[in-house]
Every structure is written in structure tokens, then in C-alpha cells.
């Protein structure tokens, strides 16, 4: 059981390059999440989706498209990178329907936007 | 909508002291409460959380917190701290009615000096 997993754990880009990150979970789990981190400013939602072949827009959307094709993925993409858009960023996932249930995070993926 | 303030961004302290982690929240119904741990070049991982009756909370590493509800507050305590415990903790809530969202504070960072 390998719970939440992200793909690639680093990465480098150019200014204007597209890239997806993939995040992956074996749980089943109905929701999942892209958050970004960055300093001082906690974890902020770009993305999520409630269901397979959902997804909807959360704070800080701009700039990115996710893809929920399958139950079990949750892809995040740049299409066109920027500088501003450097952070780590964490995929999360949360099961069942009760919002008590907490969320599982991936180990997360540090991008550096040159 | 709900609202999580950490009252401090950080906080040292001395190995083997007690520590206080402040989490107030805001919100016009009721909601569940979650603290997350996140150590060095990780995700963000489940301490205890918060869903009904007794109001002190006992979760992983000897951490607990408890709900003051008038006081609209959920503050995590360790009686005595270990280097390994220095990593940022986050405060999240969500409303108890069924939500897709949690909302999170932006984070304490924990400091533990030898």
C-alpha cells in the first residue's frame, strides 16, 4: 500500500516549457487535491476534484489544468511555466463522503522555473 | 466561510520543554479540526484531529490539543519535546455539514534547540 505518490520529485524548466506532474493513489479514495507551498504563505489549493472525470478550480488556479481520468490519478499541468510559478507542490487525497475523514499527502515536488 | 489563524509563524524552544502551538478558527457552523505535521522534504501527515465529545484530543508522538469552542480555538501541546519533533505544523478545519474543502492556517514552524 503505497498511499499518495507524485512523479517526478524535482524538476527543472525553462520559462514557457509545459510539464504534468502525476499524482497517484492506491486507497480508493473519492477526492483528491494540488496544493502549492511556498514560504510564508502555507499550503494554498489549486485544483481539486471531487469524483473521476471531475474537477473543479480552487484559490490559485491560474496558469494550470488538472485531468482526473482515471479514480486512481490526478494530473496537474503547466502549460506554459513561469518563474512565479517555482514551489513545491503536494497532491492529496481524501476518502469517503464524511468530511471528517482527514487527507493523505504525497512527498510532494520541488519545480525551480528558470 | 471558515477561517484558521496560527497565531505564531515560529516558535523555539529548548529540548525537553513544553511547547504550546496556537490555532484559533472562525466559522458560523460547526466544524471538524485537524493538526498536520510536516517534517523536513515531506508531506504533511495526520496528528490528531477533532470530531465530537471530549474535547482534549490525544494524538501520535505524545502531541494532544484541545477544542475550546467559545473560545473558538484548538491549541497543540507536548509536555516535552524532542529535536525530532522540530518540523511545521499546520491547523486545518472543515465544516462538519459536509465539505470538499479544508481550509488551513499557514503554518507554525517548531524549532527544538539541544
Known amino acids: 500500500n503505497a498511499g499518495v505518490t507524485q512523479t517526478p520529485k524535482f524538476r527543472v524548466l525553462k520559462t514557457g516549457q509545459s510539464m504534468t506532474l502525476l499524482c497517484a493513489q492506491d486507497?480508493?479514495?473519492?477526492?483528491m487535491y494540488w496544493y502549492r507551498q511556498d514560504p510564508g504563505m502555507g499550503l494554498r489549493l489549486i485544483h481539486y476534484?471531487?469524483?473521476?472525470?471531475?474537477?473543479a478550480k480552487g484559490e490559485v488556479p491560474d496558469g494550470y489544468n488538472v485531468s482526473r481520468l482515471k479514480k486512481q490519478n490526478f494530473l496537474l499541468g503547466l502549460e506554459s511555466a513561469a518563474p512565479s510559478q517555482t514551489s513545491v507542490y503536494f497532491c492529496?487525497?481524501?476518502?469517503?463522503?464524511?468530511?471528517?475523514?482527514?487527507?493523505?499527502f504525497g512527498p510532494g515536488t520541488r519545480l525551480t522555473v528558470l | 466561510a471558515q477561517s484558521v489563524t496560527q497565531l505564531d509563524s515560529q516558535v523555539p524552544v529548548f529540548e525537553e520543554a513544553p511547547v504550546e502551538l496556537r490555532c484559533n478558527y472562525s466559522s458560523s457552523v460547526s466544524v471538524y479540526l485537524f493538526w498536520y505535521v510536516q517534517y523536513p522534504n515531506q508531506g504533511l501527515q495526520l496528528l490528531l484531529k477533532?470530531?465530537?465529545?471530549?474535547?482534549l484530543v490525544k494524538g501520535i508522538n505524545g502531541f494532544e490539543a484541545e477544542f475550546n469552542k467559545s473560545q473558538t480555538s484548538f491549541h497543540l501541546r507536548k509536555p516535552s519535546v524532542h529535536i525530532s519533533d522540530t518540523a511545521e505544523y499546520f491547523c486545518?478545519?472543515?465544516?462538519?455539514?459536509?465539505?470538499?474543502?479544508?481550509?488551513f492556517g499557514r503554518g507554525t514552524s517548531l524549532i527544538v534547540h539541544p
Open positions: 476534484s471531487v469524483g473521476e472525470g471531475t474537477t
Open positions: 492529496a487525497s481524501r476518502g469517503g463522503e464524511s468530511s471528517y475523514n482527514e487527507q493523505f
Open positions: 477533532y470530531l465530537s465529545g471530549s474535547t
Open positions: 486507497m480508493n479514495h473519492e477526492y
Open positions: 486545518a478545519v472543515i465544516l462538519s455539514g459536509g465539505s470538499y474543502i479544508p481550509t
